[in-house]
């Protein structure tokens, strides 16, 4: 028998469909607990953002003290246990949730409410990319599924060379984040020779609209709230021949006229 699949990248590991679909309408609400945090809040803004787009609904986004099973709501929750205990018998059963890591998560759709989530912020980050792939492709109608998933590696990213022809804005590679989080990608390297603004070495990218320090800042602030980790990689002199093909730095160059 055919395993289940939908539309969700990567693949989820488990997939357990069911009858029916959860209908998103104006009554439906997200639904945090009062102790979520910031992270937690920016992961429900973005379902929320991504919602509205998708269906032209705008959900209203609740905390509330006490977790508790509500009709046509979608929880969203990264203490998966604390959430058990408080609705009991409503609570999907997850399996071996815990013990796939801090990036596992569980994404349980039913005909009357969405619970989603894992133990920790990046549990419930990557449930919401989920179902924001799914609301792009099934609009109001998602259909009623368990999905638990986890990374079978704990890297997964992009390296972008940065050197060649013209050089990314800061708004494009943004943009790039955006992307690689909707995937789950955790992981953006820029592969840097010559384009970046060295304070004491500014001749080196002068002439290329190179990135600065304070892109770079912003940008890795960025990749943080998307639960990316920017690592950097810049090159050493093998391939370096651009700066050392100028004469201030021509000497470095082991034949130094042939950079």
């Known amino acids: 028998m055919t395993e ?24 439906t609400c997200l639904v945090l607990p009062a102790a979520a945090s910031d992270e937690d809040v ?6 929320q953002q991504e919602i509205s787009e998708a269906t032209g609904l705008r959900l209203p986004l609740v905390k509330v003290a006490r977790l508790d099973h509500t009709a046509d709501a979608i ?11 408080a609705l009991g018998e409503h609570m999907p059963d997850a399996g071996d949730l815990p013990t796939k890591g801090d990036q596992a998560y569980c994404v349980d759709i039913g005909e009357d409410g969405i619970v989603a989530g894992g133990y920790g ?10 179902l924001r792939q799914l609301v792009r492709t099934e609009r109001v109608a998602l259909p009623c599924l368990q999905l638990v998933d986890w990374p079978s590696l704990p890297y997964r990213g992009l ?3 940065v050197s060649r022809g013209k050089v990314p804005t800061l708004e494009t590679l943004q943009e790039l984040v955006d992307q690689l989080s909707l995937f789950k990608a955790n992981v953006l390297q820029l592969y840097t020779e010559h384009t970046f603004r ?17 892109d770079v800042s912003e940008l890795d602030d960025y990749c943080r709230q998307h639960f990316i980790d920017l690592q950097a990689n810049f090159q050493s002199f093998g391939h370096q021949a651009h700066m050392l093909a100028l004469p201030q730095y021509n ?4 034949v130094p006229e042939k950079p």
């Open 4 to 27: 289940p699949t939908c539309c969700v990248v990567p693949q989820p590991k488990r997939i357990t469909a069911r009858a029916g679909c959860f209908s998103l309408s104006e009554s």
């Open 42 to 47: 920016a992961a429900a803004r973005c379902l």
């Open 75 to 85: 929880m969203l929750v990264s203490d998966w246990a604390a959430a058990g205990a």
């Open 121 to 130: 912020a990046a549990a419930l980050h990557y449930a919401v990319q989920t």
């Open 159 to 161: 390296m972008l060379d």
């Open 198 to 214: 060295l304070r004491r070495h500014p001749d080196i990218s002068e002439g290329c609209d190179p990135l600065t320090p304070e």
């Open 251 to 254: 000497h470095l160059a082991e």
